[in-house]
């Protein structure tokens, strides 16, 4: 039997899609004709792309959801994007914007047979100045071919993620992602200067500037970053890079209990100040499950013994004896203190193990994913509070009779501590009625009680619409709505995501 809460939102989303039409041939008709042939994958006549042809387009990373699109199309230029937007506008026909598809909250893919409007053939770098580090790229280029663009010129993307080598940028900036490096280089919402958006009715908002300054009034390219393709699409981007450091270093940490984090944060942020570039945290269970997958560098037996978390150092200054120095410094205060707050470090010594230690941290999302199923709640929580957060999940999924191989099979934490991000992830057998229910709303309810974020940096997508009160008051709300009307009064745009 339905419960009341999905039945609730499967009314809400047959609302959401009652005034909206499907492609028809006669739309891909057209489609074939505005856009080159290598542009239009469909099922639908004349085109009859196999049906298992779209389904990694139909797909999430996470094999967590799935849409029925018959019709993707790949435009390559901006003007094409324009004339696709217009007339699925005229028809009523619903597009879903898709970068990468690494998002992880079903934001990427249909919830039913929408369009999917590819950005992957729009991968062009439109401008870079080497002065200024303002970079401006189309929405398709992905994350890592940028980072690899502005190398030669000593700049790096502000922003660097797990998913960088097949996330876009377009993408990235659509759902506002945080990821490694916010700690130092801050929000999007800091570092994106412009952009270049399609409106829901087809029109091109050029707010493509290279400004550093600019108080012109509102700042309108604000409501697209983390607006998840809900109010237009994303096509070019203007970025301010950073100045690579001269030196990186890193090292990883393990802690006898995680009582230790939050002091150790402090010490760590005291004693490496302007050179501290990341604190990234793995719970013990995260570790495991990185080492047992291949992620990265294992520690030793005799290093790991004892640990119950582990805390990833990164350091990235402009003179390398300086940042050595500094580093070597704290390991020592950190080893010969009278109650350590670390059993031991274990620092990079090339540019093999600085990757290594890295991958260690990136690879928990592939290593849990290799495991089972997730469920993955991407929370605001005060860092003191983590271990508590994972272990009283843990506890209640006990309870409830569903941690054992057959259901859950593990809880665990990893994530930004300086952001205050807790990545709590559920790895269960399957996913099933019994472990959403169990989860839900027993952690928003916990996210609530912290007066946190239900999204810290992954978004809402199709996951968290019903989720959004936990963390956005009802006058927010109702403003959110306010806006996407303005935008989007037909609803084209990735409907039933961020709202339901
Ligand atoms: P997609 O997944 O394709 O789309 C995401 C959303 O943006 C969808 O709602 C889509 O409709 C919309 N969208 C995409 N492109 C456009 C566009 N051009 N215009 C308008 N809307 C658009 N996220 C973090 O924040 N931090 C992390 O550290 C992090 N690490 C990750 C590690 C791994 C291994 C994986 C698989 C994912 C990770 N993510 C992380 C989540 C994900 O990678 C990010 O959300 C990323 O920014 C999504 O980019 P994408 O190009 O794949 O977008
Ligand atoms: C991370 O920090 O590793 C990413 O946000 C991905 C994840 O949550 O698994
Ligand atoms: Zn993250």
Redesign the pocket.
């Known amino acids: 039997m339905l419960s009341r809460r999905l039945f609730a939102r499967c009314l809400s989303s047959r609302r959401v899609f009652s005034t909206l039409n499907p492609v028809t041939d006669s739309d891909v008709t057209h489609f074939t004709r505005i856009l080159s042939p290598s542009s239009v994958l469909s099922t639908l006549s004349p085109v009859s792309t196999p049906h298992d042809e779209l389904d990694i387009y139909n797909t999430d990373?996470m094999g967590k959801y799935r849409g029925k699109s018959t019709t993707v199309l790949k435009p390559k230029t901006t003007e094409e994007v324009s004339e696709i937007v217009k007339w699925c506008h005229d028809k009523r026909i619903p597009i879903?914007?898709?970068?990468?598809?690494?998002?992880?909250v079903g934001?990427?893919v249909p919830l039913k047979d929408e369009v999917i409007l590819s950005?992957a053939n729009m991968s062009n770098v439109r401008s870079f100045d080497p002065v200024s580090g303002i970079l401006v790229a189309d929405?398709?280029c992905i994350l890592q071919s940028l980072t690899d663009y502005v190398a030669p010129y000593d700049h790096i993307m502000p922003l660097d993620?797990?998913?960088k080598g097949?996330?876009?940028i377009?993408?990235?900036v659509?759902?506002n992602?945080?990821?490694?490096r916010l700690l130092r280089y801050g929000s999007l919402h800091g570092s994106v200067l412009g952009l270049e958006v399609v409106l829901p009715n087809g029109t091109i908002l050029d707010q493509l500037t290279s400004l550093r300054k600019d108080n012109t009034g509102y700042d309108l390219k604000q409501l697209f970053i983390g607006?998840?393709?809900t109010l237009?699409?994303?096509?070019g981007v203007s970025i301010l890079t950073a100045p690579a450091p001269q030196a990186s270093n890193n090292v990883i940490l393990a802690l006898p209990t995680f009582d230790n984090v939050v002091p150790l944060f402090k010490t760590v942020k005291r004693q490496l100040s302007e050179i501290l570039s990341a604190f990234e945290f793995i719970d013990r269970t995260a570790y495991n499950l990185a080492v047992k997958h291949g992620q990265g560098r294992a520690l030793s037996d005799e290093d790991v013994e004892g640990a119950e978390c582990f805390i990833l150092v990164e350091t990235s200054g402009g003179r390398r004896e300086h940042d050595e120095e500094k580093l070597a410094d704290l390991l020592e205060h950190l080893l010969e203190a009278d109650k350590p707050l670390i059993n031991t470090g274990v620092l990079a010594q090339n540019p093999a193990q600085f990757s290594s230690l890295w991958a260690l941290r990136?690879g928990v999302?592939?290593a849990v994913s290799k495991e089972g199923k997730a469920y993955k709640y991407d929370i605001s929580v005060p860092a003191a509070t983590f271990k508590q957060v994972v272990d009283t999940t843990r506890d209640h999924l006990r309870s409830k009779g569903l941690l054992n191989e057959d259901a859950v099979k593990h809880v665990l934490g990893y994530g930004h501590v300086g952001d205050g991000n807790l990545h709590l992830n559920i790895v269960a057998k399957a996913y099933t009625p019994e472990i959403q229910a169990a989860l839900e709303p027993f952690v928003y309810e916990i996210v609530a009680s912290h007066r946190g974020s239900v999204s810290a940096?992954?978004?809402i997508?199709a996951m968290k619409t019903h989720a959004l009160p936990y963390s956005k008051t009802e006058v927010s709300i109702a403003l959110m709505r306010k806006i996407k009307e303005l935008f989007d009064p037909r609803g084209i745009m990735?409907p039933g995501?961020v709202l339901e």
């Open positions: 990373w879903v914007p898709q970068g990468g598809n690494t998002g992880l934001g990427s950005l929405a398709g993620l797990g998913a097949s996330c876009q377009g993408g990235n659509s759902t992602a945080g990821g490694l607006a998840e393709g237009g699409v994303i096509t990136e999302t592939e940096e992954h978004g997508g990735n995501k």
